[in-house]
């Protein structure tokens, strides 16, 4: 409960979260890889002195035969709302040439670990634009030998899906992971713990006829999160059921070979309720603001700098630790960040911040990407 309603009043989070976070031009590349190319994506970044920012990712595609595939995913997200870790390994069978059916997995099958599964792959002659559907029995030996004691009741479910498409200038992509939830008793000491987690992302983006050479176009972006987490122990409850959305609407404008400007609205929510000690909460906040900048491309060598500045509305009830705090906060940050590009969609970038109304440092963020 505490951390949670702490991060309420962190006006800087959103901004955090969007400065760190890869370019509409990277995200839209990456996108396209996703069952055609091998990537890597590292991102590290302050959220403060004591917390860190972190993703990881790489995929690998290979094809030993005309119709035997294989996928890889690699995924580890080290956020404020969650911990991810996750290995799936697809092994495709072509049956039609646009239709592969899936036998789906993760490693640590003999432990509270792992996921067996099957899906259904369409994709067309260059496997940039395609549709996934799997489904998983999430951890499907998890009474046998989990190393805690615990035992689930029932089996956890997982649906994860994917899609991208494109027509000239417009492309669109979708993620969705699904699952139900997961129950686990303890007989020593007695408790429950509950679990769940749902996730979707998407992004629609527009590049007009010209300007992708120049990386630049219009979109939305935006991701929505639930989750679920509760604990009862000697009749004691904790939970914190949580939904958080975030969009942001973006233009890129490439005013010549060498320069271009951009603008983004960002928009945030983040709704909680639950039980702390047994003693029921709830909280609220409301994020807008907007950030823009300058890029200027110098061939293998880019700058960037802009300004963001955001405003945020937030009220709890249920925890006195926060009371007679002003329910509206503004926060900002003006940034600089240098990046390096030995070839396309190859890059190392470094940012730096400030926050101009405090007077404080802003953090620091560094990212890696290749798509190869």
Same mark, same amino acid.
Request: net charge neutral; proline share 4%; glycine share 10%.
């Given at each position: 409960m505490?951390?949670?309603?702490?991060? *309420?009043?962190d006006? $800087?989070k959103?901004?955090?979260y969007?400065?760190?976070?890869?370019s509409p031009?990277?995200? +839209?590349?990456w996108?396209?890889?996703?069952y055609?190319?091998?990537?890597?994506?590292l991102?590290?970044?302050? *959220?403060?002195?004591?917390? /860190?920012?972190?993703?990881?990712?790489?995929?690998?595609? !290979?094809?030993?035969?005309?119709?035997?595939?294989?996928?890889?995913? =690699?995924?580890?997200?080290?956020?404020?709302?969650?911990? &991810?870790?996750?290995?799936l $390994?697809?092994?495709?069978?072509?049956?039609?040439?646009?239709?592969?059916?899936?036998?789906?997995?993760s490693?640590?099958?003999?432990?509270?670990?792992g996921?067996l599964?099957?899906? !259904?792959l369409?994709?067309s002659?260059?496997r940039k634009?395609y549709?996934?559907?799997?489904?998983?029995?999430?951890?499907?030996?998890?009474?046998?030998?989990?190393?805690?004691g615990? &035992?689930?009741?029932?089996?956890? %479910?997982?649906?994860?899906?994917?899609?991208?498409?494109?027509?000239?200038? /417009?492309?669109?992509? $979708?993620?969705?992971d699904?699952?139900?939830?997961?129950?686990?008793?303890?007989?020593?000491? +007695?408790?429950?713990?509950?679990n769940?987690?749902?996730?979707?992302?998407?992004h629609?983006?527009?590049?007009?006829?010209? %300007? +992708?050479?120049?990386?630049?176009g219009f979109? &939305?972006?935006g991701?929505?999160?639930?989750?679920?987490?509760?604990?009862?122990?000697?009749? *004691?409850?904790?939970?914190l059921?949580?939904?958080?959305?975030?969009?942001?609407?973006? +233009?890129?404008?490439?005013?010549?070979?060498?320069f271009?400007?951009?603008?983004?609205?960002?928009?945030?929510?983040?709704?909680?309720r639950?039980?702390?000690?047994?003693l029921?909460?709830?909280?609220?906040? %409301?994020?807008? @603001?907007?950030?823009?900048?300058?890029t200027?491309? $110098?061939?293998?060598?880019?700058?960037?700098?802009?300004?963001?500045?955001?405003?945020?509305?937030?009220?709890?009830?249920?925890?006195?630790?926060?009371?007679?705090l002003?329910? =509206?906060?503004?926060?900002?940050?003006?940034?600089?960040?240098?990046?390096?590009?030995?070839?396309?969609?190859?890059? !190392?970038?470094?940012?730096?911040?400030?926050? &101009?109304?405090?007077g404080?440092?802003?953090?620091?963020?560094?990212?890696? @990407?290749?798509?190869f």
């Amino acid at each position: 409960m505490a951390q949670a309603t702490g991060e *309420v009043f962190d006006t $800087l989070k959103f901004i955090e979260y969007d400065l760190y976070d890869y370019s509409p031009e990277e995200q +839209a590349a990456w996108e396209a890889s996703r069952y055609a190319q091998q990537a890597i994506r590292l991102n590290l970044g302050s *959220v403060t002195l004591k917390e /860190l920012y972190s993703t990881e990712e790489a995929q690998v595609n !290979l094809r030993p035969t005309p119709w035997l595939g294989l996928h890889l995913d =690699v995924e580890d997200f080290r956020t404020r709302e969650q911990e &991810v870790t996750q290995l799936l $390994l697809d092994f495709s069978f072509r049956v039609l040439p646009w239709l592969e059916l899936l036998a789906t997995g993760s490693p640590g099958l003999r432990k509270d670990e792992g996921a067996l599964g099957v899906g !259904l792959l369409a994709a067309s002659a260059d496997r940039k634009q395609y549709a996934v559907l799997r489904l998983l029995d999430d951890a499907p030996f998890f009474n046998g030998r989990n190393p805690d004691g615990g &035992v689930r009741d029932s089996a956890v %479910w997982r649906v994860q899906a994917e899609a991208r498409g494109s027509r000239g200038g /417009l492309s669109a992509w $979708l993620r969705a992971d699904l699952g139900t939830k997961s129950e686990v008793r303890f007989a020593a000491p +007695a408790q429950l713990e509950a679990n769940q987690r749902n996730d979707a992302a998407f992004h629609l983006r527009w590049e007009p006829a010209g %300007w +992708a050479r120049r990386e630049g176009g219009f979109g &939305v972006r935006g991701i929505l999160r639930l989750l679920d987490n509760g604990r009862t122990e000697l009749e *004691v409850r904790n939970q914190l059921r949580r939904t958080l959305g975030y969009a942001r609407i973006y +233009a890129t404008v490439p005013l010549s070979d060498v320069f271009r400007v951009y603008s983004i609205l960002l928009l945030a929510s983040d709704q909680g309720r639950g039980f702390g000690a047994g003693l029921p909460f709830t909280f609220s906040r %409301w994020d807008i @603001g907007l950030r823009g900048g300058t890029t200027v491309d $110098l061939g293998m060598f880019r700058l960037d700098a802009g300004y963001a500045a955001m405003r945020s509305h937030r009220e709890i009830q249920g925890d006195p630790a926060w009371s007679g705090l002003s329910p =509206v906060g503004y926060g900002d940050k003006v940034y600089l960040s240098a990046q390096w590009r030995p070839r396309k969609n190859i890059y !190392l970038k470094f940012l730096i911040s400030h926050q &101009v109304f405090t007077g404080s440092f802003g953090g620091l963020n560094g990212s890696l @990407g290749a798509i190869f």
